[in-house]
């Protein structure tokens, strides 16, 4: 696939589009044109076609009517595996193939595409340390090893490893704990920044939509009701919909309800045990149920079965919360 | 225990030979049936409904009786390994096709998204991603399959492919609790080990797994080649049924036919299991030659006319009816008959004959009050069994139904003072018991005699008389004496059999 257009050329072209599941339609008449080099949210409630739009990009879904255009070339024009080759793709489900290592996963790609070990090998630890794991450590690891939020950053390796110009995300973080997702739209970010690839990003949820966009499209009912900077839908919503969208979206992450498990799997505390009687909390006490008792003491003891595990002090929670912004 | 390696020591050399031919045909089934079932079921899984249909064929294929399928391929392909093999690779079908389909449509339906999403070709998905997840189920499928074939495999030695089943069917019939447990734990031992080595490899890489396959394949095709190579051209098949009698006779057979005629061969395939499936195998050609009785072709193997169903008849008229139907339906030629038949028969303890002074069944009417029998359930329920007792003798005696080989023990322990039997069991002998005689003639005829297909007839004319050397000759005693040096004395029917020509100035020594 050759890449020629320049930033703020359009990247990607719907039009037309219209699609049927049995008959019927579910989206009609749909026209988008996403840039080079943009980061682009599809965001809607569920039903309303934004992941069926994102499938018809690299053709897990075709559409009845219209075309879509990378640059100027119909997508059914292409060679299909040379279409989906250069279009990265993470899933809810993550999806990481299970009888695979981790290296297995994020180097399947470019081992299809034939690059030599060496260089596959290269590419999958320097992108592993991108990500924040250590290769030594999570390479030759299997899938079922993994927590969620470490899952995700192989899906994310996979999408990107052979850096594709496009990689659609169909609502990567909604499976995750509030913490992870936090720090995974973080680390997208930063590889967007990085690559200057032009990402498609499919979510549910306004605020993931507004941290991430550099614009965003609002869909509703197989319809797209407003597409614009996030500052500008913010100050302009099209209509009552996205103004009500936009409204419940409001509801700040609540980072106090996060559990202590959290904290501790994350490192914020100090695993020696005081020499002082502290009062203790069992580790799965959300923060805010903590923070009484942390705003007269110094610290408290954090037990797990009755049995002391660490300290955990006010300023540990500040490191968190800062950590989490 | 004891008596277990005793059998072991002695059997050693057929065990191990029963122990190849079981786990070749089973492993040959086992490949046959995976390289059907698995590719197969990897492409129905994208049409379901046909998936549904060919799970159901596979269901109603392993409902069929073992012993029909193998009689119903018999006609087709003969006897021996061929039917065996097919019987099995249909038993085995649907574990394997089961598995390989559930394992590979029950993936989760992302990873086939992300397979798809990453650009993966059909070949490509199969082999790196729906093939691996499923391997663990596909794997138990095998497992399940090769012990079902293991176990069924016993039922190959009915039609004369060998296997651990002839020492099952060796030991039923000579009630010899030892060779049954030999060939049962050794079949039982089969599948465990095969059973934990498919286990184990699962844990070895494809490749390695590929290499082991290939070597399976070309270990099994040498082999096959090596004995079609082998395989001498002149020879004439004998074959008889299960039991030490056919057994004897056939090595009587043997060796006439090869004294009179250096230049053929002749190979034995003894312990057949089922009469039918003899017939079938010498109508084939599969078979040359086997003993056969002259009741049982009248009754079970020729269409006997309407007129004549039922008649009486003496030794001799039933033995021409017998060699004119089988000439006329089958173009079989059955040569002259032995002196012995081998029919029902009353028995009672020889002190108990000479007490009541008891030499006929007419006798033993007379003293019937004090008479217990032990009778087979089968022959309780005859015309010419029990049931013609009562109608031709007036025989009314209390009767206790009992598994064959059982009415012995019990005459012997005294439990029972009658028992029925066939005149030429080696425990009438064993157990020191004489016959009554069938003074009326109520129990049918059954002499036995060789019957030839039309191949070996035409082609080595001068076998009807090596054979008919034996016409008029072997007395019941004889017959269950030569028995009872099989079954009790464990002497070798080869051995037996030359004792008994030499005997008889049959044999001639090697000068």
Redesign the interface.
Known sequence: MALTAKSGQPMISLQHIQKKFDGKTVINDLNLQIKQGEFFVLVGTSGSGKTTTLKMINRLEEQDDGDILIESKKVKDFDLQDLRWNMGYVLQQIALFPTMTVAQNIGLIPEMKGWNKQKVAATVDRLLTEVGLDPETYRSRMPSELSGGEQQRIGICRAIASEPPVVLMDEPFSALDPISRNQLQDLVLMLHQRLHDTVVFVTHDMNEALKLGDRIAVMSKGEILQVDTPAKIAQNPANEFVKEFFAHSNTELNLFETPLTELVKLGFYQKSSASEQLATFDQATPLTAVMDQLSREKAISITQNNRAIGTLTAQNIVAFLKNSC | MQALINTFMERRGDLYQALGQHITISLVSLLIAMFIAIPLAIWVVKYKRLAEVLLQVTSVLQTIPSLALLGLLIPLVGIGTTPAIIALVVYALLPIFQNTYIGISEI?P??E?????????RM?KLF??EL??A?PVIISGVRTALVLIIGTATLAALIGAGGLGSFILLGIDRNNVSLILLGAISSALLAIIFSTLIRLSQRAKPRQLLIGFIILLVGFAGYGVYHKVNAPKDTIVIAGKLGSEPDVLINMYKDLIEQNEPRVKVALKPNFGKTSFLFSALKNEDVDIYPEFSGTVLESLVKVPKAQVGQKRTPQQTYQLAKKLLKQQDDLTYLKPMAYNNTYTLAVKKQFAQKNDLKTITDLTKIQSSVTAGFDLEFIDRNDGYRGLQKTYGLNVKVKSMEPKLRYSAINNQDVNLVDGYSTDSELRQYNLVTLKDNKHLFPVYQGAPLINKKVADKYPRIKASLNQLAGRITEKQMSEMNYEVNVKKESPAKVAKTYLKAQHLWKEAK
């Open positions: 989760d992302s990873l998204e992300a397979a798809d999403a990453f650009g993966m070709s490509r790196k991603v691996p997840i391997m």
